[in-house]
């Protein structure tokens, strides 16, 4: 499977400021997801990410607050804009691999102040 | 609408018992079914998944889980449970090829010595 990394792991930062999380893939994929994992609940799909297009977002995630690039096919970013303490959650990036399986990242701890 | 349910929030298990967490889907046809293990403080790793075939499936770590087309369900077991098995396991439903995963809220498991 896709060794996936993300940066930051974690972070804290004040409410009204923005952070961009960064997710790379050690190898091509098409197809990559965002999910958000509020405190002590399950994952929420953010988006879907595809190389060249434009992000599919899931219903209750606008692209004005979580704008996603998606440059080629081994990185994708997150931004995650105007902050509030609501956005206190787990960012997991996610990407398809074979048989249609998905494999995670490690995650980014945001706290918002 | 697809869905996932986890009925136990958490369970706890003496070490070296037997362990079975449930997961039932809602979906009208056969789903892709994932269970997924998170560490604290780690991403989610991918335990086993079944798409078709045998409905008894072996995953790492010793787990294995079975297919009921009959229940909707997609139960997790492992036959003796060791202390680093304490975690969340999430159970997830894939609808289509390609598309992203509905997780269920998690079971939390501690286990006892």
């Known amino acids: 499977s896709a060794v996936i990394s993300q940066k930051p792991s974690r972070d804290i930062c004040q409410r009204g400021t923005s952070l961009t999380i960064q997710c790379q893939v050690d190898?091509?994929?098409?197809?990559m997801f965002w999910y958000r994992q509020q405190p002590g609940q399950s994952l929420t799909l953010i988006a879907t990410a595809n190389q060249g297009s434009e992000a599919t977002y899931e219903s209750g995630f606008v692209i004005d607050k979580f704008p996603i690039s998606r440059p080629n096919l081994t990185f994708s970013t997150l931004t995650v804009s105007n902050m509030s303490p609501e956005d206190s959650s787990i960012y997991l990036c996610s990407v398809l691999q074979e048989q249609e399986t998905q494999y995670f990242g490690p995650g980014t701890r945001l706290l918002v102040l | 609408a697809q869905s996932v349910t986890q009925p136990d929030i958490h369970i706890t298990v003496s070490e070296g018992a037997s362990l079975e967490l449930r997961c039932n889907y809602s979906y009208g046809a056969t789903p892709y079914l994932f269970w997924y293990v998170q560490s604290p403080g780690q991403g989610l790793q991918l335990l086993l998944k079944y798409f078709s075939g045998d409905t008894l499936v072996q995953g790492i770590k010793g787990f294995e889980a079975e297919f009921k087309r009959s229940q909707s369900s997609f139960n997790l077991r492992k036959p003796s449970v060791h202390w680093s098995d304490a975690a969340e396991y999430f159970c997830a439903v894939g609808t289509q090829a390609g598309t992203a995963l509905i997780f269920g809220k998690g079971t939390t498991l501690s286990v006892s010595s």
């Open positions: 190898s091509q994929v098409t197809m």
